[in-house]
């Protein structure tokens, strides 16, 4: 058990927080606009019709081509051999620029062999960061580069994937997983489909940040209860954001 728990250290567990690129659809560049309304077309339920552009607002920070990144949160383990005990750092990454967020963050990338690991991270954490990191011109840190690597050679971890055991149909939130294993959960004062309203019209980035942060650490959480730990392991969190 020791021997795992000192390899723990190196995932990096990582969640993200998005919002629309612009907090009003008018503001996009013309061509954005365009291929916006177009794929509007295709999300808009049938039995709803509205203005032109009238879900980009709520549903625009989904799609990397129509969002943004303003938050990273991370969190690792440090194991303390003598005292059988865990901590966990987390820092988030959240600047007024998103070239400024994803700077930091791909700089943290380049220190270690990271293995990555969020909650279903395959399907959007990576691909998304990967998307905004190259529109913002910055090179691909070696993490979040898969292209010609065999899947084993692919450094990725998804709870969500972990949890599904093959069953590819089968989709589980965070927070029910948290439930089921009795881990605190995340959502204290703002979810995710409240941050696009937190950022643009609260202009509460500090709330966005607290919040990623509870989902890194519910995210290690469970994936400690998939290795068969016990729920009462000594584990302390240690938040380097209070050190800025």
């Not at 993200?16 to 291929?35: K, Y």
């Not at 692919?154 to 881990?183: N, P, S």
Request: glycine letters at 6%; hydrophobic letters at 35%.
């Amino acid at each position: 058990m020791g021997n795992f728990l000192s390899e723990l250290g190196d995932v990096l567990f990582l969640d993200i927080e998005t919002a629309s690129l612009e907090s009003d659809f008018r503001e996009l560049p013309p061509r954005l606009q365009e291929e916006w309304l177009k794929k509007e077309k295709h999300i808009m339920p049938k039995e709803e019709e509205g203005e032109p552009g009238s879900l980009f607002f709520q549903k625009a920070g989904i799609y990397a081509e129509f969002g943004k990144v303003i938050c990273v949160g991370v969190g690792y383990f440090h194991y303390l051999k003598e005292e059988n005990k865990l901590e966990f750092r987390t820092k988030s990454y959240g600047e007024e620029l998103e070239y400024d967020t994803l700077t930091a963050f791909c700089e943290l990338l380049q220190k270690k062999k990271w293995v990555l690991c969020a909650h279903n991270g395959k399907e959007f954490d990576f691909p998304y960061l990967s998307r905004r990191i190259l529109i913002n011109r910055i090179p691909l840190p070696e993490p979040l580069q898969i292209a010609g690597k065999k899947p084993w050679e692919v450094r990725h971890l998804d709870t969500l994937e972990l949890w599904k055991f093959g069953d590819y149909k089968h989709y589980t939130r965070l927070e029910l997983l948290a439930a089921i294993f009795d881990i605190p959960t995340s959502k204290e004062s703002i979810d995710g489909s409240q941050v696009n309203e937190a950022y643009y019209i609260q202009k509460d980035l500090e709330s966005i940040r607290k919040y990623c942060l509870r989902d890194v650490v519910v995210t290690a959480q469970i994936y400690l209860a998939f290795q068969g730990l016990p729920p009462d392991i000594e584990m302390e969190v240690i938040n380097k954001d209070n050190e800025r």
